[in-house]
């Protein structure tokens, strides 16, 4: 197995602690009662620490889940197989059951990050159903915690997104019936460093974590940067968390303003009338949200794009400030909904299909004189 390398991983702090038995018994406390967990570890720092701590707190229970180790393959380096049977051999000697996979096919040339995340999540589903368990633990860290949430402040994200990454969460791609948990999202990668220092025990380093191709890895060096000038990963975290709480105090505000404002009961397929008086009284991040999400309801377009969705905001604001007197004083599509701004409603319904370019081609020529 590759030894650490300093340049790729947070060195812990003379002195720093690793993470305890009973400090991983609170990490893991509320999945005691489950009948199995399935254990995503790549043979990395986190995902090896993971497993290591998982099989310390299970040993020490009377009564607990099912433990499997999964290793996912990726088939992207020539290393990957025999880290996978070191892997094995850890799980072993800890006394947790193991299973590679491995991700087969063509391997597309770009977004292969995403993609190989993807087939990740597919394929621990896949053993996670076998193994009758619906809980997929993996190893995010406070550092991820961190990088995630300037990754989408860099992409424009809005309250949502910069609220970072939930604890739990429906597993990704899935249809709800999986839960992925992250256990350390509030524990330092380097804590975690030390805890295998200290066991004694040796983890591998992904190349792609230092390649500058990547979004994440150019963001990662910038942390010890920004961490000098006090925004490091705790007080990124702290961030999340606020604005979580605002989050949450905002989705309590549109539910309260939807019967409020609604004209009639929604449905998929609308439309969705809105008073434009009342919806025009509301705080500008409450209408919004409750726009995005009648767009979100009727639309067949996939989800909505906030900065779109933005625009099309202002312009009903605009539309309903204006004295002009018109019939409709807004009329626009977006993500598959029609949004209509009349005297007396905002409605909000499927938009009709779209003619492909050969067809409004003949439809021009047939209207023509």
Not at 107 to 130: D, F, H, M
Not at 250 to 267: C, F, K, Q, R
């Amino acid at each position: 197995m590759l030894a650490h390398s300093p340049s790729q991983t947070p060195r812990p702090r003379a002195g720093q602690r690793g993470v305890s038995s009973a400090e991983a018994a609170a990490l893991f406390a509320d999945l005691a009662s489950l009948p199995a967990l399935v254990l995503g570890v790549s043979g990395g720092p986190d995902s090896t620490a993971l497993l290591l701590l998982a099989a310390r707190w299970r040993k020490r229970l009377r009564r607990g889940p099912r433990l499997l180790a999964v290793t996912v393959d990726h088939g992207l380096r020539p290393e990957a197989a025999a880290e996978a049977r070191v892997v094995k051999q850890l799980a072993a000697a800890l006394g947790i059951a193991h299973r590679t996979v491995r991700w087969r096919g063509e391997k597309p040339r770009t977004g292969i990050q995403a993609a190989a995340r993807s087939a990740r999540y597919r394929l621990l589903a896949a053993v996670a159903g076998k193994a009758g368990a619906r809980h997929i633990l993996t190893a995010h860290t406070l550092d991820d915690q961190a990088e995630t949430i300037l990754l989408r402040l860099a992409r424009g994200s809005g309250l949502a997104g910069l609220s970072g990454m939930a604890r739990s969460v429906p597993l990704p791609g899935g249809d709800g019936a999986l839960t992925l948990v992250r256990p350390f999202l509030a524990v330092a990668k380097s804590r975690l460093v030390a805890t295998l220092r200290a066991a004694g025990i040796p983890y591998v380093e992904d190349p792609a974590n230092a390649d500058p191709r990547f979004t994440r890895a150019r963001l990662r060096t910038l942390m010890p940067v920004l961490a000098a000038e006090g925004l490091d990963a705790g007080k990124l975290a702290v961030l999340a968390r606020r604005v979580a709480r605002a989050e949450a105090a905002h989705e309590a505000a549109v539910a309260a303003a939807l019967s409020y404002v609604s004209l009639t009961e929604w449905s998929n397929s609308g439309p969705i009338m809105l008073d434009p008086r009342r919806f025009a009284a509301l705080p500008g991040e409450v209408a919004l949200r409750l726009l995005g999400r009648a767009i979100g309801q009727v639309g067949d377009e996939g989800p909505v794009e906030l900065g779109k969705l933005e625009t099309l905001f202002d312009a009903i604001q605009e539309g309903w400030a204006s004295r002009a007197r018109k019939q409709d004083r807004l009329r626009r599509t977006l993500a598959g909904a029609l949004v209509i701004l009349g005297q007396d409603a905002l409605r909000i319904e499927r938009a009709p299909p779209r003619q492909s370019g050969q067809s409004r081609s003949r439809s021009a020529s047939r209207g023509s004189p």
